[in-house]
């Protein structure tokens, strides 16, 4: 009526090794890693109550007989006609279908228990492994196992989390000592962030993540990078968050245009004083650019409300900053050359009700 499957298994290949508790964190992530990759870690996670579907069991299943006299039982009892012999097949080919299901169901989860079980015995150190299980004798849950070995160094969570949090506190100080490479040093601090962020940790979200990680960083970057004006609250009404701001470290760090060079160097040097000489002021914001004030096109949306160029729009608060600041003065000459290309400038008091 039904057959077991066979030949169902996975392969983890060891990672770290658990030879001590300075060991915890790298082996317990390696391990959800392993177990989030084949879908069991939500029957593994230590720090999680015990639950009603932790432990495997096999499937109850009947075989032919026990499913005809069930039939035949209950078509008595609820005073209906027996079931013809066609009733009866027909009935068995779906119930036939229904068991292969609960079987394979089974049997998936059975080789990927067994594999994570494996991956334990492999990398946890023996004696270690030997006093976890001894001090819960008896057959455990996949969870009730991992949990007997972390019981032996970290049973608290706020215990494990506050040790994230230093092992992410680490990493952000590694910066500081000489000789430390940007990208070698970013991917560490990317399985930091994401061990720290997995469990809510404090020091990844919001302003304080982005500051912290902007303050490590400060030794490989200028600071007029770390205050670019995508982290203007002028620009933009929702800053980036730290996800974000790492992504674009990266892309700094490993652009071939121009190449990457530390905060310092002559070539850095070199570039910014180029750059600075022939940079531009205008009236859109305290920062210079290499084009004219006349071909800005945020300054253009600030006076005109469009433009053909794509760009984020400036808040009406902004608008109204660059408005005030080409009244000025010195900017008469570019006031006369804006409107000879048909620009009609809005004075501060036409934008008082915007």
């Known amino acids: ?31 959800r890693t392993q177990a ?10 230590p720090y999680e109550p015990d639950k009603d579907d932790d432990e495997l069991v096999f499937p109850e299943l009947e075989n032919y007989e026990q499913f005809r006299d069930r039939l035949m039982e209950e078509a008595r009892e609820a005073n209906k006609p027996a079931p013809t012999t066609t009733d009866i097949m027909i009935a068995v080919g779906v119930q036939s279908t229904n068991a292969e299901i609960q079987l ?7 080789a990927k228990e067994r594999a994570i079980r494996v991956l334990i015995m492999e990398t946890v150190r023996r004696s270690i ?34 040790r994230i949090d230093e092992a992410y506190r680490a990493v952000l100080a590694e910066t500081q000592v000489k000789g430390c490479e940007p990208e070698a040093w970013l991917h560490r601090w990317r399985q930091a ?29 200028e600071p007029e990078w770390m205050v670019g004006e995508y982290l203007l609250p002028s620009n933009s009404d929702k800053k980036p968050n730290l996800h974000t701001v790492s992504q674009r470290f990266y892309h700094h760090i490993t652009s071939p245009l121009p190449p990457y060079s530390k905060p310092g160097s002559s070539s850095t040097k070199r570039t910014k004083a180029k750059e600075n000489r022939s940079k531009k002021s205008c009236p859109c914001g305290p920062r210079k650019h290499p084009w004219d004030p006349e071909d800005c096109c945020v300054l253009e949306f600030a ?9 984020k729009r400036p808040t009406i608060k902004r608008r109204k900053d660059i408005l ?5 003065e010195k900017w008469g000459e570019l006031r006369q050359t804006l409107e000879q290309k048909g620009w009609d400038i809005p004075t501060p008091e036409a934008t008082s009700n915007w």
């Open 129 to 162: 492994y030997e006093a976890a299980i001894l001090s819960h004798p008896g057959s455990q849950t996949l969870r009730q196992h991992v949990r007997s070995i972390q019981n032996m160094y970290v049973s608290n969570l706020e215990f494990f989390k506050m």
């Open 193 to 221: 962030f994401t061990r720290a962020e997995a469990f809510g940790s404090l020091y990844v979200q919001g302003d304080r993540g982005v500051f912290d990680f902007l303050a490590a960083i400060s030794v490989f970057v």
């Open 324 to 328: 005030d600041e080409i009244w000025k």
């Open 1 to 31: 009526m039904f057959s077991i499957q066979e030949g169902i298994s996975y392969y983890l290949p060891p990672g770290p090794r658990l030879d001590s508790s300075e060991q915890w964190l790298d082996w317990f992530f390696a391990l």
């Open 104 to 110: 394979s169901i089974y049997e998936y989860r059975a």
């Open 36 to 45: 989030l990759s084949i879908g069991i870690w939500d029957k593994i996670d």
């Open 303 to 311: 006076i005109r409300g469009s433009t053909d160029r794509k760009i």
